[in-house]
């Protein structure tokens, strides 16, 4: 089954909240069930390409959402230094 996977990456600043917000990928991905996405997310795919800063960071905000209906499954969010 296939299920759509959107990755957004929000950049935050101290002092001035979220300066940004893209979409850094929206595809369509194989999966045997659901519940594939649902478990523990790993996040050994993330290349830091700059080191977060020391008033600045990256949300990296992963969801599943089932294709025929556009329900969200999974959300996996994470601070790029905690990475």
């Known amino acids: 089954m296939e299920v759509r996977e959107v990755i957004t ?3 935050w600043v101290d002092g001035s909240g979220y300066n940004y917000e893209e979409i850094y990928s ?4 194989d999966v045997a069930a659901e519940e594939d996405v649902q478990g523990d997310f790993g996040w050994d795919w993330w290349e830091k390409v700059e080191p977060a800063t020391g ?6 905000v992963v969801e599943y959402h089932r294709v025929s209906d556009d329900t969200m499954i999974a959300k996996f969010e994470a601070w790029q230094s905690e990475i």
């Open 26 to 29: 929206d595809k369509l991905v």
């Open 9 to 11: 990456i929000k950049e």
């Open 55 to 60: 008033t600045g960071d990256l949300r990296i």
